[in-house]
């Protein structure tokens, strides 16, 4: 099935769609599992509920949560809050779905671009960020407090050009098209 509104659907065993309260329990025990310094539920539930610029999706499969993502959309830009998937469900192109899932929802919000911060030493992340089309633009000195570690700003620039939307729609669907059968093969390995 294809995705009725910009990043979200549901497909063979996998469901994007937006975040709820009920998913926090999951949400936390991959948060828990991916950073050194996670952010709490309340932070979470605050995003979720109170904040009107946030954009939170899960990735579901197979009725489970295994990964999420967020973001903000302010002042026709989309800024990459965070974005995790569960470590038994990682290398298999959720985390580059959910990335051009939020950047979907920025082209269909009219956003020109997209930023987010990653940690210098994150090498994986900074692959995956690269693969969907950043750019580093900056770096913020000392920025994460528990290592004093720098973060890279990346940027993802033109989405408002016809060939960008284009290409980045013809990845996402690719994706869409391809990750539920990765995910199925890693469940035929547990």
Known sequence: MRFKSAGLGEKEGLRIRRMKVEDLDQVMEIERA?????????????????????????????????????????????????????????????????????????????????TLEVRERNLAAQQLYRKCGFVQVGRRRHYYLDTGEDALVLYLPDLDLPEVKGELSRRWEALWDEVPRRLRAARVGD
């Open 34 to 114: 991916s950073f050194p310094t996670p952010w709490s539920r309340g932070s979470f539930e605050i995003e979720i509920t109170r904040n009107p610029n946030a954009f939170y999706i899960v990735a579901e499969f197979e009725g489970r949560v295994v990964g999420f993502a967020g973001m903000w959309l302010t002042a026709g830009e989309g800024h990459i809050t965070n974005i995790a998937v569960h470590p038994d469900f990682r290398r298999r192109g959720l985390g580059e779905l959910l990335v051009l899932s939020l950047v979907q929802r920025c082209i269909a919000e009219g956003a020109r671009g997209v």
